[in-house]
């Protein structure tokens, strides 16, 4: 397996040397100055963009990933050990438009339409003037589109990448949007709000069945894993489930697919009938969720499943020249913290502490549930054998001391920045015994990073703001 992965990452290198010498490019001096361009830069314009993008991953995730990578599953992490070593690498600040922390809705909008918006807008600057987002650029520059994300196809991100709103939170108006935008392939979660009230998961209600109006239109249309394997044509919706799709742990295979199969899918489907090319934007929303309830263990797969989607867009980049592959994020989350522990409060020595290293790695992978998921089973009024019994089934090797335990059954927090609970009490009895604590349950304002590979990569080095990501996506677009 191992070998099989490394001679895929020598063929990805290769693949990528020739098509920088094989690629005809378009050389265009960069005119009209915007911030973070430089002037006169010259630059390779892709017919092709994927931007594979991990929702709430900052530096500190992304070497998690690359570190549980090699020590659990003995595979290269593509993201660090390909695109951020071979390709170019960039930090964005994040900061929205008023407050230092931003939410996901504020930091994708700046990412798609390169102008800072205030925290739960989809892509309306703050003079109320709708801007023109990354996908509807890409659609005006007769490109095909894809929407691939493992939360509600209408969340935040795929949302501002694609769409205006006031308000990340209306959910039917922001399907409307997405319909009239007619993407080309649109994955993910939230078949809810495509189904009329009264059918099985609708809530729509205006009783408008928004599947059958894109079967109509000649669409395929996906709700399981089997159903995305036959839908080979060149327009796909796909929603495998009625709300957010799983975590790793939880998920079910036949029924939702994987990050990787989604893009796999995707991908199929945007490069037929494609003379302009396309732009794919792929997500992994469990990334930001996982660390809102400080569950690494679910962090950690979910960190997994978008690193093999990144695989996934190398390998069509290198049969493909002239695609630029981006992975990045939006914000932090979680301000996630691997460190040491004592081994328990006995004394203070440092002969009593450990660090987190392959051991502690080793008990998260040992873990069976998602943190979310425990909260299911324990619904409203959490009973302590239902709870004992949990613990003791899924985190073998953990024990939950009585402070956590209290905090879990009462539905209670001891600190004002640690709103989930069960899960944030739970992520505390995994950091205990682990070293992989967390600084709070929000987004942190942390840089993100931002690797690219391909035509157009040189934009996105150096340290910036994520307006400037937009900035340089719409000049990639517009190809000059
Ligand atoms: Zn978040």
Redesign the pocket.
């Known amino acids: 397996m191992l070998e099989l992965v490394v001679v895929r990452i020598m063929l990805a290198r290769a693949g990528r040397w020739l098509a920088s010498l094989l690629a005809v490019t378009v050389l265009a001096v960069g005119g009209c100055a915007s911030p973070g361009d430089s002037p006169a830069q010259a630059v390779q314009t892709p017919k092709n963009i994927i931007i594979l993008f991990a929702?709430?991953a900052a530096p500190v995730q992304w070497d998690f990933g690359r570190y549980s990578s090699a020590v659990l599953r003995r595979q290269p992490f593509a993201t660090t050990d390909i695109v951020f070593r071979d390709g170019t690498l960039g930090l964005l600040a994040t900061n929205p438009h008023g407050p230092y922390v931003t939410d996901?809705a504020a930091a994708a909008s700046a990412m798609s339409i390169g102008y800072k918006v205030v925290n739960g807008v989809v892509s309306i600057t703050p003079d109320g003037v709708p801007r023109r987002t990354v996908m509807q650029a890409a659609k005006a520059a007769g490109k095909r589109i894809g929407l691939v994300t493992t939360a509600t196809i209408y969340d935040a991100t795929p949302a501002a990448f694609s769409i205006n709103a006031k308000s990340r939170r209306d959910s039917q108006l922001l399907v409307d949007l997405l319909v009239a935008l007619e993407p080309d392939v649109l994955m993910g979660g939230g078949a809810d709000y495509f189904l009329p009230q009264g059918t099985p998961g609708g809530k729509r209600k205006d009783g408008k069945d928004i599947l059958a109006a894109f079967r109509a239109k000649g669409y395929q249309i996906a709700r399981d894993t089997a159903g995305l394997k036959a839908a080979t044509g060149p327009r796909l919706v796909g929603l495998f489930a009625d709300e957010d799709m799983e975590f790793e742990l939880d998920r079910d295979p036949a029924q939702e697919p994987t990050t990787a199969e989604m893009a796999a899918a995707a991908l199929r489907a945007l490069s037929q009938n494609s003379p302009n090319g396309f732009v794919l934007l792929v997500e992994n929303e469990n990334v930001?969720t996982s660390a809102?309830a400080n569950d690494a263990a679910s962090l950690m797969r979910a960190l997994w499943a978008i690193d093999d989607a990144v695989k996934v867009a190398l390998e069509f980049q290198r049969r493909t020249p002239g695609t630029l592959v981006i992975v990045t994020g939006d914000h932090e989350?979680g301000g996630f913290s691997p460190t040491y522990a004592l081994k328990d409060l006995s004394s203070l020595s440092s002969s009593n502490r450990f660090y987190a290293g392959d051991e502690q790695f080793r008990m998260l992978e040992r873990i069976t549930i998602s943190l979310g998921r425990v909260k299911e089973k324990l619904g409203r009024k959490p009973s302590g054998d239902v709870l004992d019994q949990l613990i003791a089934q899924h985190f073998p090797g953990f024990r939950l001391d009585p402070d956590l335990r209290q905090l879990v059954l009462g539905q209670k927090t001891d600190e004002r920045n640690f709103a989930y609970l069960p899960q944030n009490a739970l992520g505390r009895m995994v950091a205990r015994q682990t070293g992989f604590y967390w600084g709070t349950g929000g987004?942190t304002p942390e840089p993100v990073a931002v690797g690219a590979i391909g035509p157009g990569a040189e934009l996105f080095r150096g340290y910036q703001d994520n307006s400037d990501f937009g900035k340089h996506l719409h000049r990639l677009i517009q190809g000059k």
Do not use: Q, V
């Open positions: 929702d709430g996901s930001d809102h989350t987004h």
